[in-house]
C-alpha cells in the first residue's frame, strides 16, 4: 500500500471521528506552552499544521495572523465552527503537510500539535520537517509535539501502533508512528532545523524527562540560511 493511500485512508479516519473529537477535546492539552510561545513570538503569521479542530489556535487569536492546514476536511470544518464560536478568524486549507501549497519563508511561526507522528515513519517525518522549514522564514521557530514511545504504557509496544477510536457506528484505528527524544531530534535536525529545546509537557514532573508521554520541540531556522 503507498503512503498516499495510506495517508487518504487516515484523513477518511479522522472525517468520521472529527464531530466526537471536537467534544472530547475541546480544549488544547498544552495550554500553557503555547501561551508561553504567544508571549515570546508577540505577533506575526502563524501555521498550524494539523491543525485538527482549531482548539490550539486560542493563545494565539488576538495578535497573529492565523493560517492552518490539515489533511482531513472533516477536521477543518470543525476547525472553522471553532473559529466561530470563539470570534476569530483563521486561513484553513486542506492539504499534505508534506506538501505545503506556501511560498518559501512565508511564516514566521508554525506549531505542530501531534501531527508529525501520523506520518509513516522516520523517512516521512523528516520530509514533513524539510518542507516545514522550507516555509519558515529565516530565524523563525516552530513549536512540535509528538508521542513518545518511551512513556510507561508504550514500553511493550511496537514503534507502529493503531490506537482505536469508537463512534457510534464502528471502531476506527488511528496510525502512529511512536518516536522517543534522540531519533525525534535527529529528524527535526535531519529537516534544517536548530533545536532550542526538547522537553515534556508542563505537566509532567518527574525528573527524567524521556519517560514523559509527549516530546515537545521547539525548533529554529538559522538566520543566516539561504534558499
Known amino acids: ?8 485512508d487516515l484523513a477518511q479516519v479522522f472525517d468520521e471521528i472529527a464531530p466526537s473529537w471536537y467534544n472530547r477535546f475541546h480544549w488544547t492539552r498544552f495550554k500553557q506552552e503555547l501561551e508561553e510561545l504567544a508571549e515570546r513570538w508577540v505577533d506575526g503569521d502563524l501555521l498550524n499544521l494539523g491543525c485538527g479542530h482549531g482548539a490550539d489556535f486560542i493563545p494565539f487569536k488576538d495578535s497573529f495572523e492565523l493560517y492552518g492546514v490539515d489533511f482531513s476536511p472533516g477536521m477543518l470544518k470543525q476547525a472553522a465552527r471553532y473559529a466561530k464560536k470563539f470570534n476569530f478568524h483563521v486561513n484553513l486549507t486542506a492539504t499534505d503537510i508534506r506538501n505545503l501549497p506556501y511560498e518559501n519563508d512565508s ?3 508554525a506549531i505542530a500539535v501531534a501531527t508529525y507522528h ?11 520537517f524539510e518542507e516545514l522549514f ?15 514511545h518511551w512513556q510507561p504504557r508504550f514500553w511493550f509496544k511496537p514503534k507502529i501502533l493503531y490506537v482505536p477510536w469508537q463512534t457510534q457506528e464502528r471502531l476506527l484505528k488511528r496510525y502512529y508512528y511512536l518516536t522517543n527524544y534522540f531519533e525525534a531530534v535527529k529528524m527535526a535536525k535531519a529537516g534544517g532545523f536548530d533545536i532550542i529545546y526538547s522537553k515534556p509537557e508542563s505537566g509532567y514532573h518527574f525528573p527524567l524527562k524521556y519517560f514523559s508521554k ?3 520541540l521547539l525548533l529554529k531556522k538559522p538566520a543566516k540560511h539561504q534558499n
Open 134 to 148: 522550507r516555509v519558515i522564514k529565516p530565524g523563525g521557530e516552530a513549536f512540535v509535539t509528538l508521542w513518545n
Open 214 to 216: 509527549n516530546i515537545c
Open 118 to 128: 501520523h506520518l509513516k515513519g522516520r523517512v516521512e517525518i523528516t520530509r514533513g
Open 107 to 109: 511564516f514566521d511561526w
Open 1 to 8: 500500500m503507498t503512503t498516499e493511500k495510506n495517508t487518504r
